[in-house]
């Protein structure tokens, strides 16, 4: 394991040991909301300070994006994108469904990845150019062929309903032309499936890079692709983001075509 991923690691584990703890006593939680229908409990800033500590403690010129402590030094080289919990209400009604993601951008480029999920504790990591691994085992895309054989993660817009038209059309075709639709509810982890090959592909609108950036790492080194809605790299800035192994994630493409609105597709650069 690259050493830096290993420090990256450490950081998830303390994080999940605090979140585990937590979800044994749920109802005696501080919990605000941010905006509608999102929530942040003192769990999430708890997680996200232990990761802090660790990264910070080990590479004290990196910058930080996280979900909860915002922005630090986002010009440096090396810039880590932290979600302490992703999947927050679902924690917060006890069903065990959450991970922990954190990704090291180096150069703009995405390097090193790790979700967590600590009800299971399994452990998905990456390294660009290493493979992609689920509890040191390497992982792979599925192999399915056709989108109507395959089963596609999703998330529901909840808290900004400005696509919620255009998705419930994107939605009815997907269940036509698909085997079935998941909605779990932690993007990361669906991410993360999709790299397994668990799911055969995921699409969301409006996604935040902390969501999203451990996650696609995984899939590219799984074997997978991931784009924007039209195939392109916007993906990390817009958070509109299509991903699956390459046979299928062409086919949601064009399934998911008719539906784009002028606001959705790729934005020059």
Known sequence: MHPILINAV????????????????????????????????????????????ILKDAYPTHGFIGEETGN???????????????????FLHGFPQYSISIALMQQGQLTQAVVYDPNRNDLFTATRGRGAFLNDKRIR??????????IIGTGFPFRDFTHL?????????MVRKTSGLRRPGSAALDLAYVAAGYFDGF???????????????????????????????????????????????????????????????????
């Open 203 to 269: 699409w969301e609108i409006g996604l935040s890079k902390w969501d999203i950036a451990a996650g696609a790492l995984l899939i590219q080194e799984a074997g997978g692709i991931v784009g924007d809605f039209e195939g392109n790299e916007s993906w990390i800035e817009s958070g509109n983001i299509v991903a699956g192994n390459p046979k299928v994630f062409s086919q949601m493409l064009q399934t998911l075509a008719p539906h784009l609105t002028d606001s959705l597709r790729s934005q020059p650069d």
């Open 10 to 53: 450490k950081a998830a584990r303390r994080a999940g040991g605090i979140i585990t703890r937590a979800s044994q006593d749920v109802g005696s939680l501080k919990v605000r909301s941010k905006t509608y229908n999102d929530f942040v409990s003192e769990v999430d800033h708890a997680a996200e300070a232990a990761i802090l500590d």
């Open 72 to 90: 630090d030094n986002i010009d440096a080289e090396n810039v880590w994108i932290i979600d302490p919990l992703d999947g927050t209400t679902n």
């Open 141 to 150: 895309v599925s192999n399915r062929a056709k989108l109507q054989e395959s």
């Open 165 to 173: 038209d255009t998705y419930m059309g994107m939605f009815k075709d």
